[in-house]
């Protein structure tokens, strides 16, 4: 997307000024009118001026902002004066930038939306398309309130999946960290021992198998670093592009367990989304495209395209969600009895919150079966060297209580 700078009049005659990101400039000239605005020059202005700052941002500064703007806007205080306090309150450097950045466009004429376009890596188009609704519509504060319970929500569900996988990823390092100093260190130590009593050419096969594994690793320990940094450096490269991208996503839904927990995840990010912009007075073929570009998995993301564009062939949501394969039964279902009852918007946010509370239980589930696994693993691993580096030792003992 471009940025361009334009000039338009209102109604009453007023000179308008801002700057909007978009496609091409009849994207431009489409927004502008459909803000009741008649455009008067639209120019792409050079890359150069672009003005984007996004990082630093945490999804808890924005739900903080969006509620107490909100409040203030219901209280009845102008946005540039709501903006000029939460640019003072907040204690986020980047994000006070942001939001002086926001002001100034909008003290120049800017509607609210498209100042918040100026920086897509903090407000996504989910938030710029929802703004913009609650603009032309009246219902800005209601539509902020919206937002917030919208992010929360979202950023609740992120932390049950990220808190579910930190204590599995900390085994698994400990693993491998417990598997390098057993074949690095403790084997050879024990290897030392054995050729000093005279007995290394008298292992059990157990042990001259463990210590043959340690010295493969020893000797072939740079490449064995240098494969781990190539396989890391493969997948990064091949996820990075789109069609490999997609095979990866293909395999992550096809998984047993996992699959299933990200396509509960998948169907609860789509419901909820589209949910919320359909109840805030976005239409369904420009919701469903936000959607799709938000549903964080590239087969996801084709059966929401696939179904959008049948919708607006004129069918209904339903049949093509079923098409797709991509979302359960009874999902498309629900979707069909909202259609036909004129409440999807609601059906929708009742089927987030079923299987928000589906992922909790199988985030649950997912963790008591990940755990047990790979205690035992480990538990496994320790135990067989032991074992192995103990028998020398037990044998060599029976043999001078013989003697």
């Not at 980047?94 to 120049?108: G, I, P, T, W």
Request: aromatic share 8%; charged share 20%.
């Amino acid at each position: 997307m471009a940025e361009f700078v334009w000039e338009a009049r209102s109604r009453a005659g007023e000179l308008r000024k801002g700057t909007m990101e978009a496609d091409d400039q009849d994207a431009v000239f489409q927004r502008l009118r459909a803000q009741q605005l008649n455009p008067v020059k639209v120019k792409k202005r050079a890359a150069a001026l672009n003005f984007k700052i996004g990082t630093g941002v945490s999804g808890k500064d924005i739900v903080t902002f969006t509620r107490l703007f909100a409040t203030m806007i219901d209280a009845g205080l102008p946005i540039v004066q709501c903006l000029d306090i939460l640019q003072g309150q907040t204690d986020n450097k980047s994000f006070s930038v942001v939001l002086r950045d926001v002001k100034a466009n909008v003290e120049q004429g800017a509607t609210f939306s498209d100042s918040l376009r100026r920086h897509p890596k903090v407000f996504d188009p989910l938030y710029t398309n929802l703004v913009q609704a609650g603009e032309v519509g009246g219902i800005l504060d209601t539509i902020l309130q919206r937002l917030a319970t919208y992010y929360e929500k979202s950023m609740k569900l992120k932390r049950q999946v990220r808190g579910a996988m930190v204590y599995p990823s900390v085994v698994f390092f400990v693993f491998i960290a417990v598997l390098f100093i057993l074949l690095g260190w403790v084997i050879p130590s024990f290897k030392t021992i054995f050729k000093d009593l005279g007995s290394s050419d008298e292992l059990p096969a157990l042990t001259q198998m463990i210590i043959t594994v340690s010295e493969i690793f020893i000797g072939y320990l740079p490449l064995v670093i240098l494969g781990m940094i190539a396989i890391a450096a493969f997948i990064f490269i091949t996820y990075s592009r789109p069609r490999t991208k997609r095979i990866y996503h293909l395999i992550f839904l096809k998984l047993p367990i996992l699959g299933t927990v990200l396509r509960k995840i998948a169907v609860a990010r789509f419901t909820r989304t589209l949910g919320t912009l359909l109840a805030s007075g976005v239409p369904i073929l420009d919701a469903m495209d936000i959607v799709a570009k938000t549903a964080g998995n590239i087969i996801i993301e084709e059966a929401i395209q696939f179904t959008r564009a049948r919708v607006a062939e004129g069918k209904n949501m339903a049949p093509p969600l079923m098409e797709t394969g991509v979302f359960p039964p009874m999902v498309v279902q629900m979707v069909g009895v909202g259609e036909q009852t004129g409440a999807l918007d609601a059906m929708l946010n009742k089927i987030a919150d079923f299987y928000e509370d589906e992922v909790d239980v199988a985030v649950s589930s997912l963790t008591s079966l990940i755990e047990p696994a790979m205690m035992v693993s480990i538990g496994g691993t320790v135990g067989v060297v032991l074992i192995g580096m103990y028998l020398p030792i037990f044998s060599l003992a029976g043999k001078i209580k013989a003697e």
